[in-house]
């Protein structure tokens, strides 16, 4: 249900912009009725309004201006641009809805240096596999055995959040059901290994999932390491307040509005 603040600014609107963006919208003369638009239409009509509005603007209208953390600057190279630039959250949401993509380097500020001092000739030659014939047939083993069902299940969960922005409580949710299922998961592991599942908190609501297995009993001083990462944030930048993924069956708002998703 929409919140009465919402409904209050839709019915502030002018009637040019309405008309402008779907005609099929029941009109007057100078006004319109909002209780009688359906559900699609007045999420559709509030999109378009936010849209129009300053992005801080509209953050704060939504109850979510404290997640610009406006005093907090940051540390952003605009890609195209030689030289980085102090800004605010705020001004980083405003280069997405100019549609400018950028690296936040406030924690990284080296990032890419070390690659650049490397040698080329690192990569002239193909890496080469030194998996043994026995080794080789475990992996064509495995692979045959993989199905993409488990995958599917836990995407369709993840995109049930509204979002998972990772200043949004949605943001923890998501990644407290990725930290309970990755333990669910692990606790069905052989007695040869060791497993532990552990949340990494930030200084924002949602935090990372660390998962750490290794051989049970192994005293190897120098052991190797194989590591993954991926990240299971979700964030609308030209809303950050609004869904994401962004489902397009779930609402009939304008394209404009849901651009650079991430």
């Given at each position: 249900?929409?919140?009465?603040?919402?409904?209050?600014?839709?019915?502030?609107?002018?009637?040019?912009?309405?008309?402008?963006?779907?005609?099929?919208?029941?009109?007057?003369?100078?006004?319109?009725?909002?209780?009688?638009?359906?559900?699609?239409?007045?999420?559709?009509?509030?999109?378009?309004?936010?849209?129009?509005?300053?992005?801080?603007?509209?953050?704060?209208?939504?109850?979510?201006?404290?997640?610009?953390?406006?005093?907090?600057?940051?540390?952003?190279?605009?890609f195209g641009e030689s030289e980085a630039h102090?800004?605010?959250?705020?001004?980083?949401?405003?280069?997405?809805?100019?549609?400018?993509?950028?690296?936040?380097?406030?924690?990284?500020?080296?990032?890419?240096?070390?690659?650049?001092?490397?040698?080329?000739?690192?990569?002239?030659?193909?890496?080469?596999?030194?998996?043994?014939?026995?080794?080789?047939?475990?992996?064509?083993?495995?692979?045959?055995?993989?199905?993409?069902?488990?995958?599917?299940?836990?995407?369709?969960?993840?995109?049930?959040?509204?979002?998972?922005?990772?200043?949004?409580?949605?943001?923890?949710?998501?990644?407290?059901?990725?930290?309970?299922?990755?333990?669910?998961?692990?606790?069905?592991?052989?007695?040869?290994?060791?497993?532990?599942?552990?949340?990494?908190?930030?200084?924002?609501?949602?935090?990372?999932?660390?998962?750490?297995?290794?051989?049970?009993?192994?005293?190897?001083?120098?052991?190797?390491?194989?590591?993954?990462?991926?990240?299971?944030?979700?964030?609308?930048?030209?809303?950050?307040?609004?869904?994401?993924?962004?489902?397009?069956?779930?609402?009939?708002?304008?394209?404009?509005?849901?651009?650079?998703?991430?």
């Amino acid at each position: 249900m929409l919140a009465p603040k919402f409904l209050a600014l839709a019915a502030a609107a002018s009637a040019s912009l309405v008309l402008a963006n779907d005609a099929q919208l029941p009109l007057g003369v100078n006004n319109f009725n909002v209780a009688s638009l359906n559900t699609a239409q007045r999420e559709s009509l509030l999109l378009e309004l936010f849209d129009a509005m300053d992005i801080e603007q509209a953050m704060t209208l939504t109850g979510h201006g404290e997640e610009l953390l406006e005093n907090r600057l940051r540390l952003v190279r605009v890609f195209g641009e030689s030289e980085a630039h102090w800004m605010t959250e705020a001004d980083k949401l405003r280069l997405k809805r100019a549609g400018k993509d950028f690296e936040d380097l406030t924690e990284t500020p080296d990032l890419g240096k070390l690659n650049a001092q490397r040698a080329s000739q690192l990569y002239d030659k193909p890496p080469v596999s030194k998996l043994s014939a026995e080794d080789k047939e475990d992996v064509r083993r495995i692979w045959e055995g993989i199905t993409d069902k488990h995958l599917r299940a836990d995407i369709e969960k993840l995109t049930s959040f509204w979002n998972r922005n990772a200043y949004s409580n949605w943001g923890k949710l998501s990644s407290e059901w990725v930290q309970g299922h990755v333990t669910e998961i692990l606790a069905g592991a052989t007695k040869k290994v060791k497993t532990t599942v552990t949340a990494f908190p930030h200084s924002f609501p949602q935090s990372s999932v660390i998962a750490h297995i290794e051989a049970a009993g192994d005293d190897t001083a120098e052991k190797k390491l194989v590591i993954i990462g991926a990240h299971q944030d979700s964030l609308n930048y030209r809303m950050p307040f609004f869904r994401s993924p962004v489902r397009p069956t779930s609402a009939s708002f304008s394209p404009s509005c849901v651009a650079n998703v991430k």
